[in-house]
């Protein structure tokens, strides 16, 4: 062995340890930095998406509201024919707002309800509810008795106990059908209850849905152990069926205010006015403003309407 060669000495070794768990330290907590950094970023990027669906959502619901009656939506007056105590949400109109929770007897989950227990409705927010008609059509002849006919495969998947709608110039018709039959190219529609006045050949008829939005509890707890809410979305079409769909998770403190047509000026000059009541949205309101929180976040977003 040359006599001038040697290894490395302890104190060398030791060194070199200590820098490189320096260095190693030092990107492990860049490493977290940057991780932590990303996570928020990324947790406000969903929440920015989250907020958008939201509004999204609204703006669907109140593009599809309304009945594709010749007569408008604003003139007549609604009639309850189905038996199934609809009236104190038809004089509702095609579109409201009002706060949470409704009424025992309007004949909604009881998850909406005053008495709920369980996965109830969120205390202190506030719900948008549209009447809208999914399909429609026109009558084949004069409705006779309890029956009137409409041409086949006009309207899908017509079943017994589904509402449907027809309207005169004065008012809209809600019903239940309790019995559907095919003769030819055309469908026979019986309903449950006879109706005031008769359905005219050529007169409309439309498949009617109930759609509310509303603040509910999730049934799940978050790190916390704080209850979860989410967006969800209530469908009705019958007496029989009615489902809460979840839309979007983590929504919370729905308020919603609206802004009158007379009253809309430019910039700060606008006026909200929060729901004290269940209030009609007709052609006297034009815009409403939604106020919610995501993860302890509160995001404002304004929609106009249009209501003909």
Not at 278 to 293: E, H, I, Q
Request: hydrophobic share 35%; with cysteine.
């Amino acid at each position: 062995m040359n006599k001038y060669q040697k290894g490395i000495t302890l104190v060398e070794l030791l060194v070199s340890m200590t820098i490189s768990v320096i260095v190693i330290g030092s990107s492990i907590t860049t490493y977290v930095g940057v991780k932590k950094i990303y996570q928020n970023i990324n947790q406000q990027a969903n929440d920015n998406v989250k907020a958008l669906m939201v509004k999204q959502a609204f703006e669907n619901i109140l593009s599809n509201m309304g009945f594709a009656c010749v007569y408008g939506s604003q003139n007549q007056s609604f009639e309850d024919n189905t038996g199934d105590n609809m009236l104190s949400i038809l004089e509702k109109g095609v579109a409201s707002v009002g706060n949470m929770p409704f009424p025992n007897d309007y004949g909604l989950p009881g998850s909406m309800e005053g008495d709920c227990s369980g996965e109830c409705f969120q205390i202190g927010t506030d719900y948008l509810m549209i009447q809208r008609d999914t399909e429609y059509t026109n009558t084949v002849s004069d409705s006779s008795g309890l029956v009137f006919t409409v041409p086949k495969n006009s309207i899908k998947e017509l079943a017994s106990d589904e509402y449907i709608i027809t309207c005169t110039a004065n008012a809209y018709n809600l019903m239940k059908i309790s019995d559907i039959s095919t003769n030819g190219e055309e469908t026979s529609i019986t309903i449950s209850n006879n109706i005031d006045s008769s359905i005219g050949k050529g007169g409309y008829v439309g498949k009617y849905e109930l759609d509310i939005y509303y603040i509910r509890d999730t049934g799940r707890l978050d790190k916390l152990g704080n209850k979860i809410y989410s967006l969800y979305l209530y469908i009705r079409d019958s007496s029989s069926r009615g489902m809460s769909y979840e839309l979007i998770d983590g929504v919370s403190n729905l308020k919603i205010a609206y802004v009158k047509t007379e009253d809309v000026s430019q910039g700060s000059n606008i006026n909200w006015s929060s729901i004290s009541s269940a209030t009609r949205l007709d052609k006297n309101v034009s815009g409403l403003k939604l106020s919610f929180d995501i993860n302890g976040q509160t995001y404002n977003r304004i929609i106009p309407i249009n209501v003909n």
